[in-house]
């Protein structure tokens, strides 16, 4: 072989592993991948497994309509409540983005207390427009403080009351504070064991606003269970009872992907009333510490458990527009 080819071909393999080098080191290798080996690569969302979009193609407008941001910024004044990483307004943002959804709809964690401060910053920081928020506060709140959560997007209060030691309001709060906010068109959302409900089931039919069950009611497969269901269904047949078919992990033995037994809970509710059943993912799934699942079986879920896209149009768009004012 002539020499000065070979020397040429050898200058040419060297600058070509010196170019890689470079490349590598600038974090610009994957412009040497095929296409094959790019998209084989894995994108992780915060707090959420899989990497792959749901099946349903969310509508324009869709509302993801139960989650939570947690914020360093933000004094916890609950310790005993799981507190999530990274689980800020930036990365519920990735989440939206996988799942296809414009509105949202943000719920006070129980870690911060009546300091709303951090699910208002994050109604702002997600957009006044699109974002709705339900806070949690005492039954002594002032009207300026109501109409200050109001102008800030609120438009719910929240109980949860399912842990008792993570608690922060009580049940005989709830109806001195739903007659505080009924003129501000504002609803109480409630999680109460099953046991709760029935004791509460007067209290909860004379309630002068709506009522919105939060993830299904969490009712277990027991008498007591059988019992909350007929009372909620009793509420639901008045009318103003509204359900959030979220957090499908609390709500099944059989577990994920098919979640069968909490796609029949589901099913049973929008069969009742499906228009005043609405959508969450519950991001970032605080109650899931070791595992967490993955959000666009969560929004799957939905498409097997609502007959037609027009009734997931309305679980997603129009009820939630109607729900919280959008």
Not at 36 to 55: T, Y
Not at 184 to 202: C, F, K, P, V
Not at 244 to 273: F, H, Q, W
């Amino acid at each position: 072989m002539d020499s000065k080819v070979s020397t040429a071909g050898d200058a040419f393999d060297a600058r070509r592993r010196a170019l890689t080098l470079a490349l590598a080191a600038g974090g610009m290798v994957s412009w040497w991948r095929t296409p094959a080996a790019r998209a084989a690569e894995k994108v992780s969302f915060s707090n959420s497994s899989g990497s792959e979009n749901a099946s349903l193609k969310a509508p324009t407008m869709a509302c993801d309509a139960h989650i939570h941001i947690y914020d360093d910024r933000f004094p916890i004044v609950n310790a005993n409540a799981t507190l999530p990483r990274q689980a800020t307004v930036d990365d519920y943002r990735k989440i939206q983005s996988r799942l296809g959804t414009t509105r949202t709809v943000i719920v006070q964690p129980a870690n911060y207390g009546t300091d709303n401060r951090v699910t208002l910053d994050a109604i702002s920081k997600l957009g006044a427009d699109k974002t709705r928020g339900i806070a949690v506060v005492s039954s002594d709140i002032s009207d300026d403080e109501l109409l200050a959560l109001h102008q800030g997007g609120i438009r719910g209060v929240r109980f949860s009351l399912f842990e008792p030691k993570n608690a922060v309001t009580r049940a005989d709060m709830i109806e001195p504070v739903a007659r505080r906010i009924q003129d501000l068109g504002w609803h109480i959302q409630l999680q109460m064991r099953s046991d709760l409900i029935i004791e509460n089931a007067e209290m909860l039919n004379r309630l002068p606003c709506p009522v919105v069950f939060d993830h299904m009611a969490r009712l277990p497969r027991t008498e007591s269970g059988r019992d909350a269901y007929n009372v909620i269904r009793g509420m639901l047949d008045q009318g103003r009872t509204w359900v959030k078919v979220s957090a499908a992990y609390l709500n099944t033995k059989v577990g994920p992907p098919s979640y069968e037994d909490a796609k029949n809970m589901a099913r049973s509710y929008i069969a009742v009333a499906p228009e005043r059943v609405v959508w969450g993912s519950d991001w970032p799934h605080p109650t899931e510490k070791t595992s967490k699942p993955d959000d666009a079986q969560l929004l799957d879920l939905l498409a097997a458990s609502a007959p037609d896209t027009a009734t997931q149009h309305r679980v997603l768009v129009d009820n939630p527009a109607t729900l919280y004012g959008f």
